[in-house]
């Protein structure tokens, strides 16, 4: 036989015997039998078999492996020409191994140490070495028919140096066959055919992989309840209830670092920020989330455009939610409000430049209404402002003259401004006549200078 062939052969036995049914450690085998004896001619005892019988008690102290100690007595008769009776006691201490090779036979294999006591007749001791070859054939879980061949062998035999026949007696060798019952005490006999350590009477999961831990009924452990094994568990104190993936850990179907049981935004978008509830965050509430929000401190309540920035129509500078004056035209220098500035910082009087009139009169000219129609609409987002409506004239003319159609200028100024719906309790008209120049009225540009209205802060 090759070495490869004994190699697989050999690889074959202990697979099948992993399966079978095996002596558990602790377990205590009680047993009696009958026998025959062929005891060797240099005895000088009988060469028929000789009948007789015995018991042992033998421990596992491993698996399937027992210490042994047996007592057996055979009943014969000296060979010698006067033929007396005699009896062989036999001691034995041996190892004995069972070959768990099927599930109710066990090959057995043994050796160890004999004492003979030969009497009556033959009045003589002697040691030796025994060997065994046997099997144990089960009959129920603790009962067993088992058989034995022995060989008892005694290198310095109570007659050695004798004169047997021709020969002279150097040593003895002795063959007994025996047949008997046994009884398993203890843990007794296991079988554990998925070789996980639990007993198939007592494994409520036969079949288990190799290798994988089980518990005390040979089932698989799953020691949170998830539904995979602890052994292909990368995540073993998953909460109780939680949907796991295939490696025992929660799932988080979107990837946010939210787990798909308290995600109540179950498919957010790749690599955006998320709150505790798997929803992406808007911290100011403006309706555009945070990865999106160019402006993110925008009041509440604000409207704002699609990076999240407060929207300003008319682009003055002023978003909507304060502008007062919303369709200012471009270029038009504001105030705080989003309206048309009027005064200067640290300008409390404007001159109201293209306000103009018919000749002569009071009528406002087309273009002068265009103008005071952007006044108008400054006042209105200003509604705290007061302010002086002041009308005046040149040194032409007599001074009645200029002072009566100066008022008349300022009054028909606040009468359109009123029309535009600015308050007449914020307005006053006043008409100043000639009484306070800009410039010398010796020269046509400083005449057409002082002909003017004016606005003038009142608080």
């Known amino acids: 036989m090759s070495r490869s062939t004994f190699a697989t052969a050999a690889t074959c036995l202990l697979c099948t015997a992993a399966s079978v049914s095996a002596q558990a450690a602790g377990t205590v085998e009680i047993g009696g039998h009958g026998q025959f004896t062929r005891f060797d001619e240099n005895t000088t005892l009988t060469q028929d078999p000789s ?12 698996r399937n492996l027992a210490i042994e100690g047996s007592w057996s007595r055979t009943w014969t008769e000296d060979a010698s020409p006067a033929g007396v009776d005699a009896t062989w006691d036999a001691l034995r201490g041996r190892l004995v191994y069972g070959l768990p090779i099927w599930d109710r036979v066990h090959p057995l294999i043994g050796a160890g140490y004999v004492r003979n006591m030969y009497a009556d007749g033959v009045d003589a001791d002697d040691d030796g070495v025994t060997g065994l070859l046997g099997f ?37 060798m002795n063959w007994t066959v025996s047949a008997g019952l046994s009884i398993d005490v203890g843990p007794g006999r296991t079988r554990d055919q998925d070789r996980d350590g639990v007993q198939d009477r007592r494994d409520a999961c036969l079949g288990t992989p190799s290798g994988v831990s089980v518990d005390a009924t040979g089932c698989r452990i799953d020691a949170d309840g998830d539904g995979v094994f602890d052994e292909d568990d990368q995540c073993t104190a ?29 498919a957010t978008p790749s690599g955006v920020g998320v709150d505790d509830t798997g929803c992406r965050v808007d911290t100011d509430g403006d309706g555009v989330f945070d990865e999106d929000d160019q402006c993110a401190t925008t009041p509440g309540g604000a409207r704002v455009d699609r990076v999240g920035c407060q929207i300003d129509s008319d682009g003055d500078g002023v978003v909507d939610e304060d502008d007062r004056c919303g369709a200012t035209e471009p270029g038009v220098t504001v105030d705080q409000n989003g309206c048309p500035q009027l005064f200067e910082p640290e300008t409390t009087v404007v001159v109201l430049e293209g306000v103009t009139f018919e000749f002569g009169s009071d009528i406002l000219t087309a273009s002068a209404m265009r103008v005071l129609d952007r006044v108008a ?54 008409g100043y006549g000639p009484d306070r120049p800009l410039a010398d009225n010796r020269t046509s540009a400083g005449r057409a200078m002082n002909r003017r209205v004016e606005l003038e802060r009142m608080n």
């Open 51 to 62: 009948w007789g019988g015995g018991g042992f008690v033998g421990v596992f102290v491993a």
């Open 136 to 172: 144990k054939a089960y009959l129920s879980y603790r009962v067993a028919v088992r058989s034995e061949a022995q060989l008892d062998y005694m290198w310095s035999p109570f007659n050695e140096g004798a004169t047997v026949g021709s020969s002279t007696v150097d040593d003895h």
């Open 238 to 266: 998953t909460p109780q209830g939680v949907r796991v993936d295939p490696m025992g850990c929660r799932i988080d179907t979107d990837g946010d670092g939210v787990f798909d049981e308290d995600d109540q935004c179950a």
């Open 377 to 430: 609409t400054s006042l209105r987002g200003s509604p705290d402002l007061r302010v002086r409506v002041s009308g005046h004239s040149d040194s032409t003319g007599p001074r009645a003259l200029n002072m009566r159609l100066s008022q008349e200028r300022a009054e028909s100024v606040m009468r359109h401004l009123v029309a535009q719906g600015v308050a007449a309790d914020r307005l006053v008209a006043v």
